[in-house]
């Protein structure tokens, strides 16, 4: 059970815009920022956006993040095929020493 | 370009000690503002931090796993290592190393770093 709730699946057809949601507490989205990960099974998981709604060089525009409250999201637009993937929300949760929790992950698939 | 590579045995038995070690090419792991993580993800589940070391040696860890980790880093400054004590069934997982980024110290002056750049992960089962 992961601390994080995110949908475990979504899809779209390419070009089409698509939102991953991520829902936390007061003690994480709510009061630290929010990242998001992409991973494909077999590679290392890539950083696609950080401090809520930044993107680190080389991530396309067509990523970006949003935070509203204890819940974020993720949109994909111009949606293409190598977008297929699973997807991470994260954030730093204060209760007891502190520690990173993360979403459950969603399985994106482009039709 | 920052590389991180994992590695260590697949295969550990229960009650026994899982150790992993991260080799870091294209940076130092004393270069200031960064930490090095470790996490992982069991089977059909999602991700899990295990914890990290910071540039100044000190480290921070999961309080679910915090009795049974330690993390360290090696005097080369090039690798660090993931002991993980009393395995399970429920330890068995991808392992990830990866690097992570100061943000801010928090008000106990821990430094919150988030995972930027990640190795490909190695499997691990307990059994």
């Known amino acids: 059970q992961s601390v994080l709730t995110q949908p475990p699946s979504t899809s779209g057809t390419p070009g089409q815009r698509v939102t991953i949601s991520c829902s936390g507490s007061?003690?994480?989205?709510?009061?630290?920022?929010v990242f998001w990960y992409q991973h494909l099974p077999g590679t290392a998981p890539k950083l696609l956006i950080y401090n809520n709604d930044q993107r680190p060089s080389g991530v396309p525009d067509r990523f970006s993040g949003s935070k509203s409250g204890t819940s974020a999201s993720l949109a994909i637009s111009g949606l293409r095929s190598e977008d297929e993937a699973d997807y991470y929300c994260?954030?730093?949760?204060?209760?007891?020493?502190?520690?990173?929790?993360f979403g459950g992950g969603t399985k994106l698939t482009v039709l | 370009q920052l590389q991180l590579q994992e590695s260590g045995p697949g295969l550990v038995k229960p009650s026994q000690t899982l150790s992993l070690t991260c080799a870091v090419s294209?940076?130092?792991?004393?270069?200031?503002?960064?930490?090095w993580s470790w996490i992982r993800q069991p089977p059909g589940k999602g991700l899990e931090w295990i914890g990290y070391?910071?540039?100044?040696?000190?480290?921070y860890y999961n309080p679910s796993l915090r009795t049974r980790v330690t993390i360290s880093a090696d005097s080369s400054k090039t690798q660090f290592s993931l002991t993980l004590r009393s395995v399970t069934a429920a330890d068995t997982a991808v392992y990830y190393c990866a690097r992570a980024v100061r943000v801010y110290y928090d008000p106990r002056g821990q430094p919150i770093c988030y995972m930027d750049v990640w190795g490909k992960g190695t499997t691990v089962t307990v059994s």
């Open positions: 070391i910071y540039h100044s040696g000190v480290t």
């Open positions: 994260a954030s730093w949760d204060d209760s007891l020493t502190g520690f990173w929790v």
């Open positions: 007061s003690s994480n989205i709510g009061s630290d920022y």
């Open positions: 294209g940076d130092s792991i004393d270069t200031g503002g960064y930490s």
